[in-house]
Nanobody, 127 residues
Framework: QVQLVESGGGLVQAGDSLRLSCAAS????????MGWFRQGPGKEREFVAT????????SYADSVKGRFTISRDNAKNTVYLQMNSLKPEDTAGYYC????????????????????WGKGTLVTVSS
């Protein structure tokens, strides 16, 4: 049974940083690309960042490029999202996702290509 469990969300002020974590179980983690997507109030779920199975390639949405960093630790079955210089428009539920495959990170930027999803963690950024 595949489980993705996110943690690290919370309420912060604009300009602050947060690090989200996603712990995976029930999968051979090193054969999965991983990603973070987010869904703001009244909005569709959107791509934030993805990372390939080995961590050698990453891909970011333009809105977070230069502020967010995705990384993974295959020994710990965990993927991270370091979020710096947070803005109120980053307020959203953040969802971890996994996709079985060995393609480069950008291939998984579409949520329809992800096989498994976590339940999300809420990030609220006040101005």
């Amino acid at each position: 049974q595949v489980q993705l469990v996110e943690s690290g969300g919370g309420l912060v002020q604009a300009g602050d940083s947060l690090r989200l974590s996603c712990a995976a179980s029930g999968v051979t983690f090193s054969t999965y690309a991983m990603g973070w997507f987010r869904q703001g109030p009244g909005k569709e779920r959107e791509f934030v960042a993805t990372i390939s199975w080995s961590g050698s390639t990453t891909s970011y949405a333009d809105s977070v490029k230069g502020r967010f960093t995705i990384s993974r630790d295959n020994a710990k079955n965990t993927v991270y999202l370091q979020m710096n210089s947070l803005k109120p428009e980053d307020t959203a539920g953040y969802y971890c996702a996994a996709a079985l495959g060995l393609s480069s990170a950008s291939y998984y930027n579409q949520r329809g290509r992800m096989n498994y999803w976590g339940k999300g963690t809420l990030v609220t950024v006040s101005s």
